[in-house]
């Protein structure tokens, strides 16, 4: 089955830093990639569409300058959180679609502290 | 608007129990449900995914069901053991787009 590999699995930061948080599709290529961000206890929000080659689409609400998408490879998205905030705190999830052969993979997630 | 609602938000069950799991959506235009588990801080593992013309797909003691035209889903687990606890999510995928909605997840507990 597809497989996609998430990294860093948690990161503490200073407030004011920026975290990048890497997603690869590890045995598939992936034309687009899914960002998402769970808070406790609650499911899965959409953040943003990465797109391989050119500009990710972001979802109603999600500031595109915080969060930034670079989508340069077919197994390679990276979400960057700029200037981090403590309200950024969150768990960050990438997922990709292989083909529609599986349906939708999901990496293992990222847990960010800004302190 | 397409709307997943999942029922009930939590389920505590004791260990050898046989359950059901429901999702529902608004809009019948799916292109295919699929049903994940998720361990506390961890991702989502996909469970089963059942395509928009297919009835039911089985995983060894899963069995998930698609009703489309009335808008349902269940995922029934047999034989619940511990190793269950989870929460379990069900998202659906339209006709019209890549993206999942989800819903907002069942947490189940198998108690010993």
């Known amino acids: 089955g597809a497989v996609v590999s998430q990294h860093p699995s948690w990161v503490i930061c200073k407030s004011g830093t920026s975290v990048k948080i890497e997603c690869r599709s590890l045995d598939f290529q992936a034309t687009t990639m899914f960002w998402y961000r769970q808070f406790p206890k609650q499911s899965l929000m959409l953040m943003a569409t990465?797109?391989?080659?050119?500009?990710?689409?972001?979802e109603q609400g999600v500031e595109k300058d915080k969060f930034l998408i670079n989508h340069a490879s077919l197994t390679l998205s990276t979400l960057t959180v700029t200037s981090a905030h403590p309200e950024d705190s969150s768990f960050y999830i990438c997922?990709?679609?292989?083909?529609?052969?599986?349906?939708?993979?999901f990496g293992s997630g990222t847990r960010l502290t800004v302190v | 608007k397409q709307e997943v609602t999942q029922i009930p938000a939590a389920l505590s069950v004791p260990e050898g129990e046989n359950l059901v799991l429901n999702c529902s959506f608004t809009d019948s235009a799916i292109y295919n449900l699929q049903w994940f588990r998720q361990d506390p801080g961890k991702g989502l593992t996909s469970l089963l995914l059942?395509?928009?013309?297919?009835r039911e797909q089985t995983s060894g003691r899963l069995n998930a069901s698609l009703d489309k035209s009335s808008g349902r889903s269940t995922l029934y687990i047999a034989a619940s053991q511990p190793g269950d606890s989870a929460t379990y999510l069900c998202a659906v995928r339209m006709d019209s787009s890549y993206k999942l909605i989800f819903g907002s997840g069942t947490r189940l507990l198998v108690r010993p």
């Open positions: 997922s990709a679609n292989d083909r529609d052969l599986y349906g939708y993979t």
């Open positions: 059942i395509q928009s013309s297919q």
């Open positions: 990465s797109n391989e080659g050119s500009k990710a689409t972001y």
